[in-house]
């Protein structure tokens, strides 16, 4: 089992080596990691190159397009998808390919926590939000900074999802996608570490837009 790993990257100078730096000491290595160059204009594609990755380029803006080609471009069964200022335990991937020995399952999703944010840098509120969502899908969701599915999941899914990021949450709208077809796993144990940089800089987009954009993103696919 190969597992390819996906970072859409725009303007990531600040937290791309840390992110990068956390899959090199993975007890068990990426296949191969895709930065995908969503029309950086800093130091990022060249911090990237010093590691060993793989560089595709999208010149749509925006993360779900930019999500889309690194996941259209990845060679292995297995992708895994992390955002740039993510930090990895060192057994993510093992993790992953752990639980992929269930042929039954299609997608994974664990918590997020965020490691610069007092409030939220424990489990609590990362194991509540899981709860609310599953009790209002009927399954599970994947959470967008950090989540791993199948190749085969992606090829039934892709040509349905929604390509606004304005309209929806990308992570609940594939979930809603790859839900009909198939299996997400929730894993408490599949942990990623997110800086807490979105609340900081806009607490109340955070807080307000988010939820919002949520219920918006539940009630499109209900009618």
């Known amino acids: 089992m190969k597992v390819s ?3 859409p990257v725009f303007n990531e100078e600040k937290h791309l080596s840390y992110c990068l730096k956390s899959l090199k000491n993975q007890e068990l290595k990426a296949d191969e990691i895709i930065i995908v160059d969503n029309n950086c204009t800093d130091q990022s594609i060249l911090i990237a190159k010093e590691y060993k990755v793989r560089i595709v380029k999208e010149k749509k803006q925006g993360m779900i397009f930019a999500r889309n080609c690194g996941f259209n471009a990845a060679k292995y069964d297995i992708i895994a998808r992390c955002d ?10 093992k993790t992953i390919k752990e639980n992929f020995k269930d042929n039954k399952i299609d997608a994974l999703s664990g918590l997020v926590i965020l490691y610069n944010h007092w409030l939220f840098k424990n489990t609590v509120f990362p194991k509540l939000y899981f709860k609310i969502m599953k009790l209002l899908l009927k399954h599970d969701v994947l959470a967008g900074p950090g989540m791993a599915l199948t190749k ?3 090829q039934k899914v892709k040509n349905g999802v929604c390509l606004n990021d304005e309209k929806v949450h990308e992570d609940i709208d594939l979930s809603i996608h790859i839900a009909k077809y198939g299996q997400i796993k929730f894993d408490p144990n599949f942990i990623i570490y997110v800086s ?3 609340i900081k800089h806009n607490p109340l987009s955070f807080f307000i837009e988010y939820p919002i954009r949520t219920m918006k993103t539940i009630k499109a696919h209900r009618t």
């Open 5 to 7: 790993v996906v970072i």
């Open 84 to 93: 740039a200022d993510t930090i990895l335990p060192k057994n993510w991937i």
């Open 152 to 154: 085969k999941i992606w």
């Open 196 to 198: 807490a940089r979105r």
